[in-house]
């Protein structure tokens, strides 16, 4: 059964950081890019980033672009997502899922919350 | 940029209605859509794939479809357990994106 555990999320100043990570069990986590889709309160889903398996290439939503990054421990089943000069904006659950080009995301962690206030 | 334009953006629907939504993608996209149903404090759950897969174990009441640019979710005869927000995504090409939503409410 797949399994996806997020954590790392918390109450943030704007201007401060974090590092979400996404434990993975079920499935052979180097074999699959990896992605990030976030949700505001009260808002709809927003892709953030993705991960291609091996790491060789990543992407990112324009909104997080030199600010996030995302990486992968194959050795540890484990996504991650360093979150920089987090902003009011950025507030919001934040979901880990494997991706599949021909089938989208077929399984979602339960999300960590991001708080970003002062 | 690829946007995908969905509606309606909320819909008020009694049991055993038949209820359909679309999303429209700003240019072409093959049949890389998805569609996704979440409910109030869960995760999304993947309800079609490919525009008209229907994901395992998901009951043959929801359907999809496609013309062109414009795809379509359909509940065939909505249930209790149905009430609840609906979004498509497209995965055709980078960002990916979703559309804004359908909430599916109780008349």
């Known amino acids: 059964e797949v399994h996806l555990v997020e954590s790392g999320g918390g109450l943030v100043q704007p201007g401060g950081s974090l590092r979400l990570s996404c434990a993975a069990s079920?499935?052979?986590?180097?074999?699959?890019?990896m992605s990030w889709v976030r949700q505001a309160p009260g808002k709809g889903l927003d892709w953030v980033s993705l991960?291609?398996?091996?790491?060789?290439?990543?992407y990112y939503a324009d909104s997080v672009k030199g600010r996030f990054t995302i990486s992968r421990d194959d050795s540890k089943s484990t996504l991650y997502l360093q979150m920089n000069s987090l902003r009011a904006d950025d507030t919001a659950v934040y979901y880990c899922?494997?991706?599949?080009?021909?089938?989208?995301?077929?399984?979602w962690g339960q999300g960590t919350p991001v708080t970003v206030s002062s | 940029d690829i946007q995908m334009t969905q509606s309606p953006s909320s819909l008020s629907a009694s049991v055993g209605d038949r209820v359909t939504i679309t999303c429209r993608a700003s240019?072409?996209?093959?049949?890389?859509l998805g569609w996704y149903q979440q409910k109030p404090g869960k995760a999304p759950k993947r309800l079609i794939y490919?525009?008209?897969s229907l994901q395992d174990g998901v009951p043959s009441r929801f359907g999809g479809s496609e013309s062109g640019t414009e795809f379509t979710l359909t509940i065939s005869s909505l249930q209790p357990e149905d009430f609840a927000t609906y979004y498509c995504?497209?995965?055709?090409?980078?960002?990916?994106?979703f559309g804004g939503g359908t909430k599916v409410e109780i008349k």
């Open positions: 899922a494997p991706y599949s080009s021909t089938s989208g995301f077929g399984y």
């Open positions: 079920g499935f052979t986590f180097s074999n699959y890019f």
């Open positions: 991960i291609t398996n091996s790491a060789v290439t990543t």
């Open positions: 240019q072409g996209i093959k049949n890389d």
């Open positions: 490919a525009a008209s």
């Open positions: 995504l497209q995965y055709n090409s980078y960002p990916l994106t």
